[in-house]
């Protein structure tokens, strides 16, 4: 891994500026999209530059075992991003630690600011900077994530076989992941503020049809409880929001299933977005509204969220990348 930092130079008139950071293509962000993207786009002799962002490995990096990554029967989150990181840099993508800050698409070469004050440009960019779970900010929430408090059902709905589970939302994540969670759980709590739910009449119909799903009214949740020696969860507090009577629900896994947030804010207001702010991508292929710039991963994946399917689309879109570069010439 290495510093992204830039060569001093001397302009026309003598004063010293900072040289810009040219690549044929430019990566932001280091989950599997990423890696896979620097990965396929090395082989294809662009010579990427992949900037890892404020969180490198992305959200794999706090996720323990990891179950459903082809190849692996359990693998670690983090070293399965140590290893893709290696991967890449392996093949000649140049990694650097840092954290882009503006990115200015209006014009080829686009043009990349970063915290370390470089300067990149780029004939074109793959953006890869993911989503991230949202959460309710509870202290205890923080102190079991990863430890029988997670957001991602499919991900670690197979840990909790057998067991108890609570869900807390009411919009479509929160119901299809109740109903994904019903596979393996012996029953699923579903927690909710109100006393009806914003997902999709389909979606509700399935789960007050399912006998393993309990719909619990007007609660929020209070508090994570658990042991601290093995960390692992027992229960949650909740509070009825009219009464504020506090209940105590015994269960050994919670999901919090309130949505994600796209890691959009650098592309927002000059490429097409939707649904609370993920990407905009041409059906079947990972181009976005500007040529030249493609999306890989949960940054416009809102539907799979998952490290295999990011991965896939991280090797789409340097493929397309390529492509583009190939019919379209250096900026």
């Known amino acids: 891994m290495q510093n992204g930092c830039a060569t001093p130079w001397f302009g026309s008139k003598g004063a010293m500026t900072t040289r810009p950071v040219h690549t044929r293509l430019l990566i932001i962000g280091s989950g599997p999209a990423g890696y896979s993207a620097a990965i396929y786009g090395a082989r294809a002799m662009l010579e990427p ?8 490995g992305g959200q794999l990096t706090t996720t323990t075992e990891v179950e459903n990554w082809p190849g692996d029967i359990e693998v670690q989150g983090p070293d399965l991003m140590v290893r893709m990181e290696s991967h890449a840099a392996s093949v000649g993508t140049r990694v650097l630690s840092d954290i882009i800050s503006e990115l200015d698409l209006s014009d080829r070469p686009f043009v990349a600011k970063s915290d370390s004050g470089t300067h990149y440009t780029a004939d074109s960019v793959i953006l890869a900077t993911g989503a991230t779970a949202k959460w ?42 109740a109903i994904f969670l019903t596979r393996f759980a012996s029953s699923v709590t579903l927690v909710h503020r109100r006393d009806e739910l914003r997902a999709d009449r389909i979606l509700q119909n399935r789960l ?30 909740v509070r009825h929001v009219k009464t504020g009577t506090i209940s105590e629900i015994p269960c050994k896994g919670v999901f919090i299933a309130i949505g994600h947030t796209p890691a959009s804010q650098l592309v927002r207001g000059q490429l097409e977005t939707h649904m609370g702010g993920y990407v905009v991508t041409r059906p079947g292929s990972t181009e976005t509204s500007i040529p030249g710039v493609f999306a890989a991963g949960d940054i416009s994946d809102y539907q799979y969220r998952q490290a295999v399917t990011a991965a896939g689309m991280g090797c789409m879109a340097a493929l397309e990348a390529e492509r583009f570069l190939a019919e379209s010439g250096p900026a």
Do not use: K, M
Not at 214 to 228: A, M
């Open 49 to 56: 530059i992949l900037i890892q962002g404020l969180e490198p």
């Open 136 to 177: 309710l900010g509870l202290e205890s929430e923080t102190r079991y994530r990863g430890f029988g408090v997670s957001a991602c059902a499919t991900c670690d709905g197979f840990f909790f076989r057998g067991e108890d589970i609570v869900v807390i939302g009411g919009g479509n994540t929160a119901v299809e992941e």
């Open 208 to 237: 007050f049809a399912n006998d393993r799903i309990t719909p619990l009214w007007f609660h929020v949740l209070e508090s994570v409880e658990g042991t601290v020696d093995p960390l692992a969860v027992t229960g949650v507090r």
